[in-house]
């Protein structure tokens, strides 16, 4: 006799590696507190609508409660002869309370379980990444705000283009992390309904109130459509698609922290708890952190690609495919906050080594634009300034100098609109404060936009 809940209608039963095949405990017990938690709610409405009695009520509280201890202290044993987390706990609170643990599963199934309880665990686990990014960009502000007037050479195509200021620079990635996060709240908005009621595909035959148990559980209001309630997993999808945006953003971050660490760049330097040696090369500090969450960001894209790949082509309603949905979740859930948890704790360590940056900014004429801008200002197309000014580098390169070195007799080659004054927009200072709006680099502006951040925050 197998001790499977659902096995009176077996004449005999699975085998070992069904059973292992099928089973889910031993990854979704991560759950628990999110079951018990739906168990409860489901309970209690159960009462109020006088399906189950008081009594029954008070031994499912009291039985659960039990569970819920032995689960957080590690005594609960979880078997693979009971699936999932679902029966397991259902099974341990028929053994401790008797017939009123075998009502509970009155009105309900798996199905609209199974789908309530990834939504509570992933509405935690939303409001928790939330918190990380906001502590992410809350470090990344207060090097910004230390760095607002420190230039940085800007760069289109990995060559120096512009000047900005490191502040600067740093705020592009806070506004990555805000819209992620506006992300992250309308995908916790849409799925914050609740499945619960659906039963397991066509609702059921007794008087629920699914709204009580929607305001028990903190659900905005219930899922309308029960085939829909147990069947779609499109928030998760909208999740992991969300964390692999996030990821994404924190892999180019990434990628600049690896290349201005660089020997060969050295514009900062990590602490040293977020790096590793090599085994080989005494000389080496290896931005290990930076790099793994560049990799780590694969598992993220990898994981969408699978929920949406196990969404396709399913008919309505459930079907076991969708407890394939867990450990993608989980691992992307996973990967997002310790990436996150440990990029807030190494922000504030960056080192920034402000003459590197001055020493690369003299390398790339980077004020380039600003003379061309201040011939344009002075009556000339533009067209025709990029023209002159490209003449103008042309023969800085040839002198292996740049274009703040050439004389001003020199300069007045290419326009003889040049005049004494050119001197104050070659300079890097110069050119920083000239960008002096919303959105620009001009050191006024960054602590503005700061103050804005911050005041977002
Ligand atoms: N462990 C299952 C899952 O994760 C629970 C739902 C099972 N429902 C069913 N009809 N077999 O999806």
């Not at 590696?17 to 990854?27: H, I």
Request: hydrophobic share 45%; with cysteine; proline share 4%.
């Amino acid at each position: 006799m197998s001790d499977h809940t659902w096995s009176g209608r077996f004449a005999e039963p699975v085998s070992d590696l069904v059973k292992r095949y099928t089973a889910s405990v031993f990854f979704d017990q991560r759950m628990a507190a999110q079951d018990i938690r739906g168990s409860l709610a489901h309970a209690r409405m159960l009462a109020r609508q006088r399906i189950i009695t008081p009594d029954d009520l008070a031994e499912i509280e009291r039985g659960m409660a039990q569970i819920a201890g032995e689960i957080e202290r590690g005594e609960f044993a979880w078997s693979l002869d009971a699936e999932d987390v679902h029966l397991n706990i259902e099974k341990r609170l028929t053994a401790l309370v008797g017939d009123a643990g075998k009502r509970l599963h009155t009105g309900r199934s798996r199905n609209d379980q199974v789908a309530t309880d990834i939504r509570l665990w992933l509405r935690d686990t939303i409001d928790a990444i939330d918190g990380l990014l906001r502590s992410y960009q809350s470090a990344l502000l207060d090097l910004a705000e230390r760095h607002a007037d420190t230039p940085l050479p800007g760069f289109t195509h990995l060559q120096v283009a512009q000047p900005v200021t490191f502040g600067h620079h740093l705020l592009a990635y806070v506004e990555m992390a805000e819209r992620d996060r506006s992300r992250l709240r309308g995908c916790r908005k849409r799925m914050n309904r609740l499945p619960l009621g659906a039963a397991a595909l066509a609702g059921t035959t007794f008087p629920i109130d699914r709204e009580f148990v929607a305001r028990e559980l903190g659900f905005d209001g219930v899922c309308e459509n029960s085939l829909d309630a147990v069947s779609d997993r499109d928030f998760a999808i909208e999740f992991c698609a969300t964390a692999a945006l996030v990821m994404m953003h924190v892999s180019r971050f990434s990628e600049e922290l690896i290349l201005w660490m660089s020997p060969r760049v050295g514009f900062i330097d990590l602490a040293d708890r977020f790096c590793t040696g090599s085994s080989i090369m005494p000389q080496k500090k290896n931005p290990d952190v930076p790099e793994l969450a560049r990799g780590k960001t694969g598992r993220a894209y990898g994981n969408l690609m699978a929920l949406l790949t196990l969404m396709k082509g399913q008919p309505l309603a459930y079907n076991k495919d969708n407890q394939e949905d867990k450990e993608p979740l989980f691992d992307t859930a996973d990967t997002v906050i310790d990436t996150l948890r440990i990029f807030a704790d190494m922000v504030p360590g960056i080192r920034v080594k402000p003459e590197a940056m001055a020493a690369a900014l003299k390398q790339g004429y980077a004020t380039a634009t600003d003379l061309a801008d201040y011939l344009v200002k002075r009556g000339l197309p533009f067209r025709d300034a990029h023209e002159a000014v490209a003449r103008a580098v042309r023969a800085a390169e040839t002198k292996g100098c740049d274009l703040a070195d050439l004389p001003l007799a020199e300069l007045r080659a290419f326009s003889p609109l040049i005049a004494d004054d050119v001197f104050d927009v070659l300079t890097v200072a110069g050119s920083l404060a000239a960008r002096d709006h919303i959105g620009g680099t001009a050191p006024g502006q960054v602590r503005a936009a700061i103050a804005r951040a911050r005041a977002r925050l």
